[in-house]
């Protein structure tokens, strides 16, 4: 997945037009990157709603830091940063520890635009619910390994960067979160399957 979809030399244009106070450019900066910070927000929380507001104040954040020392080049980095640190401050404002539920790349992929027949769409629901409990049970650096490589695509030196981890260390759990997150999703597809068949499920 790629980082952004504006050629740097239009990202540089338009943060110019931006600093100058140009509303329309703003509304196409917003417009450009809203959809992967809520996401990313969505990711780490698990609520929709809480989601939308993160991104509104990620964005007034942005607003207000927007300063010439922020280039195109480092912009998107700069961003994930931003929305993460608002996740993780939301997270402690309400107590909790931050959730991810969302799913790697290729299973979301993976997943048709819509479902040919109900017997689809069931499969792919299930699928889904599979994913989504197999990522709660990550330990934390796995967990943000799969976010923010395999779902938001960032380059392993910006992850080492921004969780100011050795890029040794993040090349290795990197690995270590696929293969952890693929044990999980086996060990649930199991018990799933062992409690649909015959005598299966949990004795009463």
């Known amino acids: 997945m790629p980082e952004m979809t504006i050629e740097p030399n239009e990202l540089d244009l338009l943060l110019k037009q931006c600093r100058e106070g140009d509303e329309l450019a703003w509304e196409l900066?917003?417009?450009q990157f809203q959809g992967r910070v809520c996401g990313m927000a969505c990711h780490y929380l698990g609520d929709?709603?809480?989601a939308r507001d993160i991104t509104q104040e990620v964005f007034i954040r942005i607003y207000r830091n927007l300063g010439a020392n922020v280039e195109a080049q480092s912009f998107f980095p700069w961003v994930i940063r931003i929305t993460r640190n608002a996740c993780i401050d939301h997270a402690r404002r309400k107590k909790v520890r931050p959730t991810i539920s969302d799913i790697a790349v290729e299973e979301m992929l993976s997943f048709p635009?819509?479902?040919q027949n109900p017997e689809e769409e069931l499969a792919a629901k299930m699928r889904r619910q599979l994913i989504y409990s197999a990522l709660q049970q990550l330990t934390g650096l796995n967990r943000e390994m799969i976010v923010l490589k395999e779902i938001q695509g960032i380059k392993l030196e910006d992850i080492a960067a921004l969780l100011g981890v050795p890029l040794g260390t993040i090349k290795s759990r990197s690995n270590?979160?696929?293969i952890e997150?693929?044990?999980k999703v086996?060990?649930?597809s199991?018990?799933?399957t062992m409690s649909h068949e015959p005598g299966g499920g949990v004795i009463p």
Do not use: P, T
């Open 29 to 31: 900066l917003v417009r």
């Open 48 to 50: 929709l709603e809480e």
């Open 113 to 115: 635009v819509s479902a």
């Open 176 to 178: 270590r979160a696929r």
């Open 181 to 183: 997150l693929a044990e």
């Open 186 to 188: 086996l060990a649930h």
């Open 190 to 192: 199991h018990a799933s």
